[in-house]
């Protein structure tokens, strides 16, 4: 985060005519951190907070930060499994480099045999067959359209799986060439999709919004005719802006955008999930996960734990990307009313469903350390939970 936030954040208080111990009261934030950001002393601190920090100042969230990112990409170095991906995306083989040639088929058929690895967040073993199948669509896009289609869809797929893992800078990469090369309308709108999370993930809300609503406006269907694949691409894009909007301080927005997608989510009359593309899964019940979370970011933990409850999340995949943020948020939510043992459980089980998934959610290290924060001692399995989140001890 710019270290900016403190002297915005000070003339917005000073305007306001507040003292820092009355944003404090008013915005839940300790006194000791707004001193700090406000001194210069921490340039660093969650979406959330600002959110909470400009909710309480009556000022749009983007007001007071720039060059924010609600999870900062992972360190060069910290993660070293992606740098072949990584390398593959900007350094494209030449075919004149290569012994024996990919086939068009070959690739294709590749890439859908990697399908369950993307939507099973297998990332150990996408780090390892991801460079040579990257560097084959290359080759087999300079074929023609077939080839190209081959390759638009495997860097949405890298994309989406970068952004997942935080690396930042390289799903950037992969998404704009996709949407770049895209001939498919909707398909396009599922990498716009992913776009969006991505700029959501860097705390870039006023983009995300912006980019969420024009796609939304410009793939709306007739809804009495509407295909489920035509359904989806809109519901996604406005559960995008809405994402953007709650955080942004924009409640109205939010709640007309999610109150769009419900309605997209009605006439698709139960969840979407084709077989041969997880990123289009979309329905009724991923739109009340959304609902959930946009409370839990207006700070509503009662609110998240009823519509959890109500919540029919028995038919989605364990490892559901979807499904385990949701999850996280229903963790939070047993946390800020102090019941640490089910948050504990919840947790434990998300680290039983997703392994690999977990590790790469800080909303998952703040949930965890403030319940550490809070015990004199910490069980073996507590600890053993700290490590798989990668809470520092």
């Known amino acids: 985060m710019s270290a900016d936030i403190g002297k915005r954040l000070q003339e917005v208080r000073k305007r306001r005519g507040m003292t820092q111990r009355q944003l404090a009261s008013e915005s839940g934030v300790s006194l000791s951190l707004i001193r700090k950001l406000e001194q210069g002393e921490r340039a660093d601190?969650?979406?959330?907070?600002?959110?909470?920090?400009?909710?309480?100042?009556?000022?749009?969230?983007?007001?007071?930060?720039?060059?924010?990112?609600?999870?900062?990409?992972?360190?060069?170095?910290?993660?070293?499994?992606?740098?072949?991906?990584r390398q593959?995306?900007?350094?494209?083989?030449?075919?004149?480099?290569v012994a024996e040639e990919p086939t068009v088929d070959g690739v294709r058929d590749a890439v859908e045999a990697a399908l369950p690895l993307f939507s099973g967040d297998r990332f150990a073993e996408l780090s390892v067959i991801l460079p040579p199948l990257?560097?084959?669509?290359?080759?087999?896009?300079?074929?023609?359209?077939?080839?190209?289609?081959?390759?638009?869809?495997?860097?949405?797929?890298?994309?989406?799986?970068?952004?997942?893992?935080?690396?930042?800078?390289?799903?950037?990469?992969?998404?704009?060439?996709?949407?770049?090369e895209s001939s498919d309308r909707l398909q396009a709108a599922a990498t716009v999709n992913t776009q969006c999370w991505l700029l959501l993930r860097r705390g870039r809300l006023a983009e995300a919004r912006?980019?969420?609503?024009?796609?939304?406006?410009?793939?709306?269907?007739?809804?009495?005719?509407?295909?489920?694949?035509?359904?989806?691409?809109?519901?996604?894009?406005?559960?995008?802006?809405?994402?953007?909007?709650?955080?942004?301080?924009?409640?109205g927005e939010a709640e007309d955008a999610l109150r769009y997608a419900n309605s997209a989510a009605?006439?698709?009359?139960r969840e979407f999930a084709p077989r041969d593309d997880f990123l289009q899964a979309f329905g009724p019940v991923t739109v009340a996960l959304k609902r959930a979370e946009n409370a839990m970011i207006v700070d509503k933990p009662d609110l998240v734990l009823k519509l959890s409850a109500r919540i029919p999340t028995g038919g989605m995949r364990p490892t559901s990307n979807n499904r385990n943020r949701h999850l996280l948020d229903v963790a939070e939510a047993h946390a800020r009313s102090r019941d640490y043992a089910k948050t504990v459980e919840v947790l434990q089980g998300i680290r039983a469903a997703a392994p690999q998934w977990l590790p790469n959610q800080r909303y998952a290290r703040d949930i965890f350390g403030r319940v550490i924060a809070r015990r004199r001692t910490l069980t073996p399995e507590m600890r053993r939970l700290a490590d798989a989140i990668g809470v520092p001890l």
Do not use: C, K, Y
């Open 45 to 85: 601190t969650r979406l959330e907070t600002v959110r909470r920090l400009a909710l309480a100042l009556r000022v749009p969230t983007t007001h007071l930060i720039a060059g924010h990112e609600e999870e900062r990409q992972a360190a060069p170095g910290a993660d070293d499994r992606w740098e072949a991906v």
């Open 266 to 269: 009605v006439a698709m009359g």
């Open 134 to 180: 990257l560097r084959d669509a290359d080759l087999v896009a300079e074929h023609g359209p077939e080839g190209r289609a081959v390759r638009v869809r495997l860097s949405q797929l890298t994309g989406w799986l970068l952004t997942q893992t935080r690396q930042f800078e390289a799903a950037d990469t992969a998404l704009t060439r996709s949407l770049d």
């Open 88 to 97: 593959a995306l900007v350094a494209p083989v030449r075919s004149d480099a």
């Open 210 to 251: 912006e980019l969420a609503t024009r796609w939304a406006d410009e793939v709306e269907p007739r809804i009495s005719r509407a295909t489920p694949a035509e359904l989806s691409a809109w519901g996604w894009l406005l559960l995008r802006a809405s994402a953007a909007a709650i955080r942004d301080n924009r409640p």
